[in-house]
C-alpha cells in the first residue's frame, strides 16, 4: 500500500494536472499557453545513498553533489520549459551570447532584476568575480581554457575575452559546474583563486537546501526565484532527500510508493522497473540507474541532473 504522505502530496500535484487538462491525464494541456499559472504545492520524496557533501558547483562530482547543486546554482547558458507539458522555451541567466574577433571576444546580454538567494543582485559584476575564479583555478582553467580577462562595461553585459580563441563557449557555459554564485560567497569575492565559504544563499535557482531529519535533507521552494512569473516552476514547495544506503532499501521504497525517486540503483534495474506498470527507469553515469514513478514527469534523463523546477506529478497509482 502506498503511504498516506505519498497520496496526499500526490493528489494535490494531480489537483492541479486536472485544471490543467480538464481530465488529470498524461495529455495534460500546457498550462502556460492558457495563461494559468499553478501554484506550488506539495512535495516529492528521493532516496539517495548519500547527504550531500560538496556543494560548490565547479567542484560537485557525486551523483547526489551534482542533483543538489542543479537546484541551487544556474549556469549562463540555459533553455528553460516549465512544469505541466509546458512547451516554451526560455533562455536562463543569458539572454544572449554573441561572439567577435573569430570567438576572442564574447559579449553575454544578462537578465535584469535577478538576485541571489542572499539578496545580493545578479549583475555583470558578479558575472566577472565567477570568470576570474573560473580563469585562476585549475578546475575553471579546464572547462573555459584561454580565459584571459572580463570585463562589464554595464550592469546587464559581460565581455570574456580568451587567447586563443574559443569558438564553443555557448555549449561550454551550459556546464552545470560553471553554475553562477554569488560573489558574497567565495573567499576572496574578487574570485581570483577564490573558493566558496558558504553555499547558504549563494545560487540563483529554485531551490535552496535545508537541513531534515537526521542526515536527510531538503530543497525547500526559492520563494524569489525569477523563473516562477514566467511560469517555469516549481511545481513543489518542497522536495525531501531521503538518505537510504542500501540500494535494495531504496528500491524497497520505491515498490512501496514510500518515495517517488530512487537514485543510484545498480544498472540492471532500469530495464526492470520500465516493464512495470507503475514504475520506470533511466540509466545513469557511472553504471547506475534512477527508479520512478510513473507519475512523475519531468525528468527524462539522468545525465545531466535534471532540473526539479520542471518536475511535476500526473497521476496516482494504486498498486
Not at 504522505?5 to 498524461?26: E, K, N, P, W
Not at 547526489?64 to 549562463?76: G, I, M
Not at 526565484?225 to 532499501?249: C, E, M
Request: glycine fraction near 12%; proline fraction near 10%; hydrophobic fraction near 45%.
Amino acid at each position: 500500500m502506498r503511504s498516506a504522505r505519498a497520496i496526499a502530496a500526490g493528489l494535490a500535484v494531480a489537483a492541479l494536472a486536472t485544471l490543467a487538462s480538464g481530465c488529470g491525464s498524461d495529455g495534460a494541456s500546457p498550462i502556460a499557453a492558457a495563461g494559468v499559472e499553478p501554484q506550488p504545492r506539495g512535495a516529492i520524496t528521493i532516496a539517495v545513498p548519500a547527504p550531500p557533501h560538496e556543494l560548490d558547483p565547479l567542484l560537485a562530482s557525486a551523483p547526489v553533489d551534482r542533483l543538489v547543486t542543479r537546484q541551487l546554482y544556474e549556469p549562463l547558458v540555459e533553455r528553460l520549459s516549465g512544469p505541466y507539458d509546458d512547451v516554451r522555451q526560455l533562455p536562463g541567466l543569458a539572454l544572449s551570447i554573441q561572439p567577435s574577433d573569430g570567438g576572442r571576444l564574447w559579449r553575454i546580454r544578462l537578465r535584469s532584476g535577478i538576485r541571489f538567494q542572499d539578496g545580493s543582485p545578479f549583475e555583470a559584476s558578479a558575472v566577472v568575480a565567477n570568470a576570474e575564479r573560473w580563469r585562476t583555478t585549475a578546475a575553471g582553467e579546464a572547462l573555459l581554457p584561454g580565459l584571459a580577462a572580463a570585463d562589464a562595461p554595464r550592469p546587464d553585459l559581460v565581455r570574456l575575452i580568451f587567447d586563443p580563441a574559443l569558438p564553443d563557449l555557448r555549449r561550454r557555459l551550459a556546464s552545470l559546474r560553471l553554475g553562477i554564485v554569488s560573489p558574497s560567497a567565495l573567499r576572496p569575492r574578487s574570485g581570483i583563486d577564490a573558493k566558496l565559504a558558504s553555499s547558504g544563499g549563494a545560487g540563483t535557482g529554485a531551490f535552496t537546501l535545508r537541513p531534515g531529519t537526521g542526515a536527510s535533507a531538503v530543497l525547500a521552494r526559492n520563494t524569489g526565484w525569477w523563473g516562477t512569473p514566467h511560469g517555469l516552476g516549481p511545481a513543489f514547495d518542497q522536495i525531501g532527500l531521503r538518505v537510504v544506503p542500501s540500494a535494495n532499501q531504496r528500491l524497497r521504497l520505491l515498490r512501496r510508493g514510500d518515495v517517488e525517486a530512487a537514485w543510484g540503483l545498480p544498472a540492471a534495474v532500469a530495464s526492470r522497473l520500465r516493464r512495470d506498470p507503475l514504475l520506470s527507469g533511466l540509466p545513469a553515469p557511472g553504471g547506475a540507474s534512477i527508479g520512478l514513478e510513473r507519475s512523475v514527469r519531468g525528468i527524462e534523463a539522468a545525465n545531466p541532473p535534471p532540473r526539479l523546477s520542471a518536475v511535476w506529478l500526473t497521476r496516482i497509482g494504486t498498486g
